[in-house]
C-alpha cells in the first residue's frame, strides 16, 4: 500500500528544487532520488531516450487522450496570430509546435526545442504526416542556456518540461530574455489535484497504474516511476506565480485544468 498523507511533498521538500535550495547543496531530485546538482540534466537525457519511441502512445494511454484538450487550451491561450514567431521550449515530440503551427500558418516562424535528440528526432518524422508549420525547425538547446539571442520571439510555450530542469528559474529567466517586450509565456505542467477524494483515485492510478503500464509498453517501470514523484515535488502554483514575478514577468495567472491534474501558467514580459 501507498501512504496517501506522504507522497505530496510540503513546503520544504518542494523548496528543494528551487535553485537557491539546489546551488546551496548542490543536489537536484530526480523523482524521490536525491543526486548531484551536475547529474541530474543526464538522468533526464537517460529518461527522455528510454521513453521517446512510445512518448506520444504513453501520453495518450496514460490521460486517456486529455493531454490534448490541455495542449489545445494552452496553445489557444497565448493568443497567437501570423507572423509571430514562437519558442515551443522542451518541445519533445512535437506537439505543442504542430497545433501552434495551425493558427500560426506559413507566415509565422516555430522553433521547437529541446536538449534530447531522440525526442527531437521523434518530432521531425511525425512532421512528415502532420499538419506542422512549413516554417517550425527543430533546434537541439539546452533550456537553461538558450541557443537564442534577446528579444527574439513573441511567444513562448513550455508543456511538461519545466519540471525537469536542474535550476527552473534559469529555465523561466532564459524564457524571459528571449521574449520581445510585451512577449507573452504559457507554461503547462502537471500539479497538485484540489480535490481530496480526486487526488486519492489520482494517487492509486499513479503510483500503481503507471508503473504497469509503462513497463509494459516502453519496457522500464522506473521511467514510469520517476514521473509521478517529480509531479509530487514540484512547485505549486502560487509558488511558480512568485517565481516568475521575482523575474519580472507582468500579468501572471494561472488556470486549473481537469481538477488541477494540470495548471497552465500565463505572463507577460
Ligand atoms: C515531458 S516532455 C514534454 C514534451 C512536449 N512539450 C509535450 O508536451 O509533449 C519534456 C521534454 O523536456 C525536455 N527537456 C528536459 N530538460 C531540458 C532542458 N534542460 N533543456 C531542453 N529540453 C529539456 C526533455 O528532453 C523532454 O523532451
Known amino acids: 500500500m501507498i501512504s496517501y498523507k506522504s507522497v505530496w511533498s510540503d513546503k520544504t521538500g518542494r523548496h528543494r528544487q528551487l535553485e537557491k535550495s539546489v546551488t546551496k547543496q548542490q543536489t537536484a531530485m530526480f523523482g524521490s532520488e536525491v543526486l548531484h546538482e551536475k547529474d541530474k540534466a543526464q ?39 501570423p507572423p509571430d514567431r514562437l519558442l515551443d521550449l ?20 516555430i522553433v521547437a526545442c529541446d536538449f534530447n535528440w531522440q525526442m527531437l528526432k521523434t518530432g521531425i518524422k511525425k512532421k512528415r504526416c502532420r499538419p506542422f508549420s512549413k516554417n517550425t525547425n527543430f533546434i537541439q538547446g539546452d533550456a537553461e542556456s ?15 518540461g ?15 530574455r528571449v521574449l520581445k517586450p510585451e512577449g507573452r509565456m504559457v507554461c503547462l505542467e502537471f500539479s497538485k489535484p484540489k480535490t481530496f477524494w480526486f487526488r486519492l483515485f489520482y494517487d492509486f492510478y499513479s503510483y500503481k497504474i ?39 514577468f507582468k500579468n501572471i495567472s494561472y488556470k486549473r485544468l481537469t481538477d488541477g491534474i494540470a495548471v497552465r501558467h500565463k505572463a507577460f514580459k
Open 90 to 109: 522542451c518541445a519533445g515530440t512535437g506537439d505543442l509546435s504542430s497545433m501552434a503551427g495551425k493558427i500560426i500558418g506559413n507566415a509565422g516562424q
Open 210 to 248: 503507471m508503473p504497469l503500464l509503462g513497463a509494459l509498453i516502453t519496457g522500464s517501470k522506473d521511467a514510469y516511476t520517476v514521473f509521478p514523484e517529480s509531479i509530487r515535488i514540484f512547485p505549486l502554483p502560487d509558488e511558480i506565480v512568485s517565481i516568475l514575478s521575482e523575474i519580472g
Open 162 to 176: 519545466i519540471r525537469n530542469l536542474t535550476h527552473l528559474e534559469q529555465g523561466f529567466r532564459e524564457i524571459f
Open 43 to 81: 538522468r533526464v537525457q537517460h529518461h527522455f531516450n528510454i521513453v521517446s519511441s512510445k512518448y506520444d502512445l504513453m501520453n495518450t494511454i496514460l490521460s486517456m487522450g486529455i493531454h490534448y484538450a490541455w495542449k489545445k487550451s494552452s496553445v489557444k491561450a497565448l493568443a497567437l496570430k
Open 146 to 160: 538558450l541557443p537564442f539571442s534577446d528579444e527574439q520571439f513573441d511567444a513562448v510555450i513550455i508543456g511538461f
